[in-house]
């Protein structure tokens, strides 16, 4: 074939008058002829696919009709030579008036979301006796900065102290190491401690205490909205007896060594005491262990009212959650068990807890008491009692 015949117009009225073309495959030249006869139909993979002189000779009967849908597919096209020649096709287009789109432009590309900001653990302490405990919770800031709110909870008021301020990575990472290695507090995941603070607010509100100055802010800071009602412990479960009758145990862990009953509990239980000491009976070392014993009991049973159940079982279910993050899962699941006991009023057998928490009142009076015969000497020391004999939580009482 004569050079002439190979330029797309000789090729394209080659193709339409049907004269041979042996140079090229039989059938790409008969799938040329079709794509020529029908060019506004003609698909940019069929062109493609055609030896590069019948692809440009297509494109030529585009060109010749006016159409501009394949020359502007091919502009894009991976096929280099045809990506040019679809370029100068659509410039003689223009030239000749035909409309033709502006060239295909990507998408601008989106930009990617924005990371998520890193979620910190919250830092809490044990609970106290009183039903307090420290909170501190801390959230990124834009930077290197860090917002640390440290807030004193109650169980029985709500939010009732709070500071609020920023710190950089560093302090905050230290203060965190110092924490956990000094002991006493244990790492919340943000959403707990979240829940921990809803709890609070929520209290504060039921019960009319103002929130501390900063409260509002903080709740906002972290999406937190106060609770709207009481927390609800799940009911005992069957092993929870068994577990409850070592709750007395939970006296001996540090945190709970320090729990005493209120003030004036206490002093009631004294003066129960000193009624059986200095009773005007005649009593044997066993009947006045027994009398202390029933005086610790009567005791506690009057304070465990169905209020104060529900508190401290609140109180132990945290501290439950404690334990099990201190690595502590026997004393946990003991307290959690007590926890579902004491707040679903179960009477029997009564809170070994509960009655282990008025013996040790025993325990301090008996020791100051021995303090005092020490500090002034034999001769004027006050009659001890001298029946040493364990209770059932296994406390020497007087």
Do not use: C
Not at 176 to 193: C, F, Q, T
């Amino acid at each position: 074939m004569s050079s002439s015949s190979s330029d797309p117009r000789s090729l394209l009225d080659a193709l339409r008058s049907g004269a041979p073309l042996p140079a090229f495959p039989a059938e790409a030249v008969e799938s040329a002829r079709a794509l020529a006869r029908d060019v506004s139909q003609a698909a940019l993979t069929h062109v493609e696919a055609l030896p590069e002189p019948l692809a440009l000779a297509v494109l030529e009967a585009a060109v010749l009709n006016g159409h501009t849908v394949l020359p502007e597919a091919l502009s894009s096209s991976s096929v280099k030579p045809l990506a040019k020649a679809a370029k100068k096709a659509l410039y003689q287009l223009r030239s000749r008036g035909v409309a033709v789109a502006g060239p295909a432009r990507a998408a601008p590309a989106e930009p990617p979301p924005a990371a998520a900001p890193e979620a910190l653990n919250a830092l809490a302490s044990a609970v106290t006796g009183g039903g307090e405990r420290a909170l501190v919770l801390a959230r990124v800031l834009r930077g290197a900065g860090v917002e640390v709110v440290q807030m004193q909870l109650s169980d029985e008021r709500g939010v009732v102290a709070l500071q609020l301020g920023d710190r950089n990575r560093a302090t905050w990472r230290k203060l965190v190491k110092d924490g956990l290695a000094h002991g006493g507090i244990v790492e919340l995941p943000p959403e707990e401690a979240a829940a921990l603070l809803a709890e609070a607010a929520g209290t504060n509100l039921r019960t009319h205490t103002p929130f501390p100055k900063g409260l509002d802010v903080v709740l906002r800071h972290f999406g937190v909205q106060p609770q709207q009602s009481p927390t609800e412990l799940p009911p005992p479960e069957p092993e929870d007896i068994r577990r409850a009758q070592e709750a007395d145990v939970l006296h001996d862990t540090v945190e709970l060594a320090s729990w005493l009953p209120p003030e004036p509990d206490m002093q009631a239980l004294v003066q129960k005491m000193d009624e059986v000491v200095h009773s005007p009976l005649s009593l044997s070392d066993v009947q006045r262990q027994e009398q202390l014993q029933a005086a610790v009991l009567g005791v506690a049973q009057g304070f465990f009212t169905p209020e104060v159940r529900q508190r401290y079982a609140l109180r132990l279910w945290r501290m439950a959650d404690y334990f099990e993050r201190s690595s502590r899962p026997r004393e946990a699941d003991i307290a959690r068990a007590e926890a579902r006991r004491l707040f679903h009023g179960a009477q029997e057998p009564f809170s070994r807890f509960a009655e282990r928490l008025f013996e040790k009142v025993l325990a301090l009076v008996a020791a100051a008491g021995a303090r005092a015969g020490a500090d002034t000497g034999p001769a004027e020391a006050a009659p001890a009692p001298t029946l040493e004999r364990r209770s059932p939580g296994g406390l020497i009482i007087p």
